[in-house]
Nanobody
Framework: QVHLVESGGGLVQPGGSLKLSCEVS????????MGWYRQVSGKQRELVAT???????NYAHSVRGRFTVSRDDVKDTVYLQMNSLKPEDTAVYYC??????????????WGQGTQVTVSS
């Protein structure tokens, strides 16, 4: 079994910062790409940022220059540093990872989601 556990969400004022963390745990043989998605109620889940094993990153246009995705392969953790937050960043943020568990094929896993609210 593989689990993704997120932390770091909350309420922040416009212009503020938050850092999300997501730890992958379980019977892990290897982790591939990791990243973050977000979803507003009634809308489709959208990509925020991803980072490959080699460290290549990809960002949604709306967050480029404000958000930074990174990973720690010793801790099996992916981070999302969010700066200059705007009300339109309000959403549930989901962690995502490609994981090969021992004795299994590569599969995609999701965290449970963490709420980020940007409001004055």
């Amino acid at each position: 079994q593989v689990h993704l556990v997120e932390s770091g969400g909350g309420l922040v004022q416009p212009g503020g910062s938050l850092k999300l963390s997501c730890e992958v745990s379980g019977s892990i043989f290897s982790i591939g790409a990791m990243g973050w998605y977000r979803q507003v109620s009634g809308k489709q889940r959208e990509l925020v940022a991803t980072v490959t094993r080699g460290g290549n990153t990809n960002y949604a246009h709306s967050v480029r220059g404000r958000f930074t995705v990174s990973r720690d392969d010793v801790k099996d953790t992916v981070y999302l540093q969010m700066n200059s937050l705007k009300p339109e960043d309000t959403a549930v943020y989901y962690c995502n990872a490609e994981v090969q568990a021992y004795g299994s094929r590569w599969s995609e896993y999701w965290g449970q989601g963490t709420q980020v609210t940007v409001s004055s």
